[in-house]
């Protein structure tokens, strides 16, 4: 997330927002932020959410997600939602948003934030405990 | 692409092949590529592999995919297979495969390199044609 | 539907309920509603949401779709919920889900109805207006 | 299965077939064989090659599954095939194919087979040891 340059906004319960500014490097020929950027921002909600549920000392393992990219991430900023759908022992399934901001200054220079829905995702997350990752 | 530095190493009709080094920037805190990354490059065959079949002019719109992270993606490089299962007018249907290669130095100077599948891809493109990308 | 005995309970823009009850032969060998019939009630809801929000004269395609089983759908009936996230002049995502309810009558007589999220859904459908199915 | 109506052609140590023969009560408004009747057959293929696979006495869970329409699945039987592309301890990843079978009888009496690409799957399964479904 460091490379991206995600930032933690809320975390709760079963409940993680990242925070994205779009950056020039991550934005693909047309502008808009890459669907992999999407996608990276969003597995990483999932997983913290995801995270957040389970037991001390246990690792999050994306086994798979799946993402549909509904409008270009046009905009100066994305949030991304993740919500854990069902907590279970060894797999956990989430449920991801991501939205994007554009803030536009008027002629009296008043600023007006636009939102909009650009993807949603749902992954499926495992618990590690105590083992390795490859399995 | 230029972001995460991949390079086109073939180019067929329905068949397209990236490279990938792996960079630290790009691995997550096990040291191993990031899921977004791998999804990143995964979805870029994927749409070359798609615009390859379609008609000069038209431009290709990722609509979705799913990722499965099969194993963690160690090595020094990874090759992203995009293949086109279905190529229809509006819809082309994609298969990717991710393979990360490790080169391991012997006692006598010998290399050896060992390959492994890490990630599977399935993606949905549409082909987009005089319009705007927004739908 | 009409195989499956799966009836239409809510038509709203963009939102549909289909309930199915729970026969012998749509379970699997642990007694539960099997995976397919699961999927074919969750896609028949998001289809007809799909649908709902189409112009008059078009017809709805499944592209594709994803399902999570969540906990095994026991009970006497299942609710499938179809809602679009994102409807499009070509392409319309949806969500779905299924809970599924079962009835006990307690030692009084009185009876109490339990519900549980079986599974989710994320769908693609495609407009499909004056032309042949197949692409 | 044995509702649809399929049996099992061939098992394979990670691969199974299923043969499914087109019954009238299987397909939609169009005459096609319904999205549901192909998800099921293609999770039940995916289901017994993950489940040819696991220690003896184990049971297999799907957790969820993607499956593309690629083409209207018109005939007289369609063969789903079930293939493991990764078996893990606790979770393996199958890849489905179901092909549709159409027999056309000449003028001079002779049949000919045309055989056509109708759905893609990939799905999670789980190895289920010792306890519950449930989790």
């Not at 906004?9 to 020929?29: A, C």
């Not at 007006?112 to 749902?122: G, I, N, P, Y």
């Amino acid at each position: 997330m460091s490379t991206l340059g995600a930032r933690l906004v809320r975390v709760e319960p079963g409940e993680v927002d990242l925070e994205l500014p779009v950056r020039t490097e991550l934005t693909q020929q047309h502008g808009f932020l890459h669907a992999g950027a999407l996608a990276s921002v969003a597995d990483s909600a999932c997983s913290y959410a995801a995270l957040s549920l389970m037991p001390a000392g246990a690792a999050v393992l994306s086994v798979e997600f799946k993402i549909n990219l509904l409008a270009p991430a046009a905009g100066d900023r994305v949030l991304a939602k993740g919500r854990v759908i069902r907590a279970g022992k060894t797999v956990t399934v989430c449920w991801g948003e991501v939205v994007a901001f554009s803030e536009t200054t008027g002629t009296t220079g008043t600023t007006a934030t636009t939102e909009r829905l650009v993807a949603t995702m749902v992954g499926t997350m495992m618990t590690v405990e105590g083992r390795g990752l490859a399995d």
